[in-house]
Structures are given as structure tokens and as C-alpha cells.
């Protein structure tokens, strides 16, 4: 991928020259949103070649760390997520895309809208009783009509 190298903070942090920090494992974090509502849709990872791919396309790509392979989001689902805005953080080692939906608008391969459907009550000590809260009145679609009998690509 051709990015600029990094060769000082002042380039890094108020250049106008994409040179992303990637970390040991070749990733960079990625929060994504929607361009409407702003609501967190997900979060994920890019390596250099997904970066690119999501610059070239006007797509979002991510690399999957449990399959280990380049993601295309959408490709299986049809909810592929289309760029309004990448933005990069000060010290470019993270991203933000800010996206349109297709489809349902939805981004999780549970059927949710969001990958944050739940929330964790504070105020107590974490212990195996505490209970999640569901933030999403149910499911924008069935997994299992959309990916079949497909592994779940999240491993435990």
C-alpha cells in the first residue's frame, strides 16, 4: 500500500499526508457510524490492504482477526456499508467511518442493528449474575436467512 512514511509528529499530527501507525498485528482500530443518525454502528479493524480497498471503492473492508482474511462488509449480506466520510484520529492509528447502510441499515451479523444492542449496568461489582440490558427493540433481520447455515464468524 502507498502511504506516506511517518517521519516526524508535526507531519503525523497536522500534515495533510496519510501515514497510518499500524500496530504489531498490522491493524488499525475502526469505529463505524451512521452518517445520519451518528448512532456507533461498529467496531473492527483494517489492515493496510483493507484501508486501501475502503479508499478505492468507497466501500468499508475490514480484516477479520478470527477468519484472517479481508472482509468486504455487505459482500454475504447484502448490507454492504457505503462511505460518507473516513476520518483518521490526530495521531493516525485509528479510524472513523462514517457510512449509509444498504439494505435494512443494519451492521451485525447477530441481526441487531448495532453490534452495541446491550448495555452493562453500573454500580454494582461485575460477578457472574450481572445481567446485560438490551438497548434494541429486536432483530432487523434473521442470520439464518441471510448467511444460512454458515459458521458464526466470531469465535468464543
Known amino acids: 500500500m502507498n502511504f506516506a512514511k511517518r517521519l516526524s ?17 498490522g491493524l488499525l482500530p475502526v469505529v463505524t457510524t451512521d452518517a445520519q443518525s451518528g448512532e456507533v454502528l461498529m467496531l473492527g479493524y483494517m489492515n493496510a490492504e483493507a484501508l486501501a480497498m475502503t479508499i478505492e471503492t468507497g466501500e468499508a473492508h ?7 482474511t479481508l472482509w468486504h462488509k455487505g459482500a454475504t449480506s447484502g448490507l454492504v456499508q457505503k462511505i460518507v466520510d473516513i476520518r483518521i484520529d490526530d ?29 452493562i449496568p453500573t454500580g454494582t ?14 432483530k432487523t433481520f434473521d442470520p439464518a436467512d441471510v448467511y444460512g447455515d454458515a459458521p458464526n464468524p466470531t469465535q468464543l
Request: hydrophobic letters at 30%; charged letters at 30%.
Open 125 to 138: 461489582s461485575p460477578s457472574p449474575s450481572l445481567k446485560l440490558r438490551f438497548r434494541e427493540d429486536g
Open 91 to 119: 495521531d493516525q492509528d485509528a479510524i472513523w467511518l462514517k457510512v449509509d447502510v444498504a439494505g435494512s441499515g443494519a451492521s451485525c451479523h447477530v441481526g441487531y442493528r448495532s453490534c452495541f444492542y446491550r448495555s
Open 9 to 25: 509528529v508535526e507531519q503525523v499530527e497536522e500534515g495533510n499526508q496519510l501515514a497510518p501507525k499500524f500496530d504489531g498485528s
Open 62 to 68: 475490514y480484516w477479520s482477526r478470527s477468519r484472517k
